[in-house]
């Protein structure tokens, strides 16, 4: 569940929460398993913490944390199950449609139609989808943006301009 005043997800009827405060320290206190994923890897202060096996309704989602720091800045989640491959290696668009249009529905059931055009204090929603040009196999995920890439852009280059 998204919570449109703050921004927090809440997972596993309740249990499970993280948001904007988040920080990678918060999460070892979390009642589930935290483990360490490979990120953005734009600069060595950016790393991922990724949660497996959270439940939101009629849905099994995987969480990757982004921080820049101790800052967090986005989450991705992915709807996990038999409907869809398990990994790029059973990958079909059909099937990564099908999870697009999951995330999309279980997005809009939280925060109504008109989601995608919609911006909180906290940041923003995106539902990306694995369909590209290309045809090269891409999982699809729902974004929640809490820093926007042109301000991690800017912390960034303040590293190395000062």
């Known amino acids: 569940m998204i919570d449109t005043a703050t921004g927090e997800l809440s997972f596993n009827d309740g249990e499970v929460r ?4 988040a920080t990678p320290e918060s999460l ?3 009642p589930v398993a ?3 994923a490979p990120g953005p890897d734009l600069v060595r202060f950016m790393t991922t913490r990724v949660i497996q096996g959270l439940r939101s309704g009629p849905g099994t ?6 921080f820049l720091r101790s800052t967090l800045t986005s989450v991705r989640l992915m709807a996990k199950g038999p409907l869809w491959p398990p990994d790029l290696t059973d990958w079909s668009l059909e099937r990564e449609m099908a999870r697009h249009d999951f995330h999309c529905l279980w997005v ?9 055009l919609r911006r909180y204090p ?3 929603v995106q539902a990306l989808c694995g369909r590209n040009l290309d ?3 891409r999982e699809s995920i729902v974004k929640v943006v809490y820093v926007e890439f042109a301000d991690i852009e800017d912390a960034i280059s303040r590293e190395f301009t000062t």
Not at 18 to 21: A, N
Not at 61 to 66: E, G, N, Q, W, Y
Not at 108 to 116: A, E, P, S, Y
């Open 34 to 36: 935290v483990g360490s």
């Open 135 to 137: 045809k090269t196999p």
């Open 28 to 30: 070892q206190a979390l």
């Open 108 to 116: 809009r059931r939280q925060l109504g139609w008109l989601w995608r």
């Open 122 to 124: 906290w940041g923003r």
């Open 61 to 66: 989602f995987s969480a990757h944390l982004d």
């Open 18 to 21: 993280f948001g904007p405060g």
